[in-house]
């Protein structure tokens, strides 16, 4: 099943020619999550193919407009496609005024399920049977979170050998999926371990928005298949970067290493910077497994 990033926007502050500010679409399993929403974030999603009417939920990190001033445009495109279905949105409780002002004046035909977001510690904010949503704190200029977006550990996979060795019916299949041994008519008992093999490798993103170095999202990050962390500047530009609440591409990959995740993609570049070379060199010289990324980059979660 598909566990599969699209990088819609990769720089900070305003979009230019070759770059639109930040947003990100996750699909886990076809459900689609969108992550931040830019200026002309609807454009990106037409171009890379996502269905909209697919989109039931918005993650917004904080209240700069680089991270949500597509969000009204979007809304208004919903309505006008005929949405139906509810749309929740998740972010700080301050835009919630802003959303009515702007669909006061819109006919709006589907609902929206605002989430206010915790600043102060992390919250598990979405919760389904197979995968889980996390946000948590970051530091920087306005109230700001990440969020993890993680896998629930998966059922086992019955042997089929052992279907057929024991002739296994139904319900002792699935007393065995979740956990139990096998009893025979002699008594004897054949350890579920001897039954099953494990299922496939849960897997986990991770979005940190907007932040200075902070050290206290490793063990939020612990092990992470994916991480995408802001690398707005390089490090000889650290100063700027803490006045600003931003990270380095080197800081950033610090927080990778300590976290020993699997994969760094680093965005959010500011415009000052021609390219992006210099920013993945400068990562790739604390962890090498880094990519900074471009507008419809595409990255398989868990290979």
Not at 6 to 17: C, E, F, R, Y
Not at 85 to 91: P, S
Not at 296 to 301: H, N
């Amino acid at each position: 099943m598909a566990f599969t990033l699209t990088v819609l926007g990769s720089n900070s502050a305003i979009p230019t020619i070759k770059r639109f500010a930040s947003a990100h679409v996750l699909n886990i399993h076809e459900r689609f999550f969108l992550i931040d929403c830019s200026e002309g974030t609807q454009i990106r999603l037409r171009t890379e193919g996502v269905k909209f009417m697919h989109l039931n939920h918005v993650f917004i990190s904080h209240l700069h407009g680089d991270h949500f001033f597509g969000l009204f445009g979007l809304l208004s495109t919903f309505s006008l496609l005929g949405r139906k279905q509810a749309l929740n949105i998740y972010a700080d409780a301050r835009l919630k005024p802003m959303l009515d002002a702007v669909l006061y004046m819109h006919e709006i035909a589907y609902e929206i399920v605002f989430n206010p977001l915790n600043f102060k510690e992390p919250q598990v904010i979405l919760d389904s049977n197979t995968f889980s949503v996390t946000s948590f704190p970051l530091k920087h200029r306005l109230p700001c979170c990440g969020f993890l977006f993680k896998e629930k550990p998966k059922q086992v996979n019955i042997r089929k050998d052992a279907i057929v060795k024991y002739n296994l019916n139904v319900k002792e299949i699935v007393s065995i999926k979740n956990g139990s041994d096998l009893v025979l008519e002699s008594g004897e008992i054949i350890p579920n371990s001897e039954l099953t093999i494990p299922g496939q490798t849960p897997v986990s993103y991770a979005y940190c928005s907007d932040t200075q170095y902070l050290e206290s999202i490793i063990p939020i990050l612990k092990d992470v298949d994916l991480l995408y962390h802001e690398a707005t500047f390089t490090a000889k530009d650290e100063k700027l970067a803490k006045s600003t609440g931003h990270s380095t591409a080197e800081q950033a990959a610090k927080i990778a290493k300590a976290a020993n995740v699997g994969k760094l993609i680093i965005g959010h570049f500011s415009s000052r910077y021609k390219n992006n070379d210099g920013m993945e060199a400068e990562a790739r010289k604390v962890f090498e497994n880094t990519f900074a990324v471009k507008d419809g980059d595409k990255f398989v979660i868990g290979k």
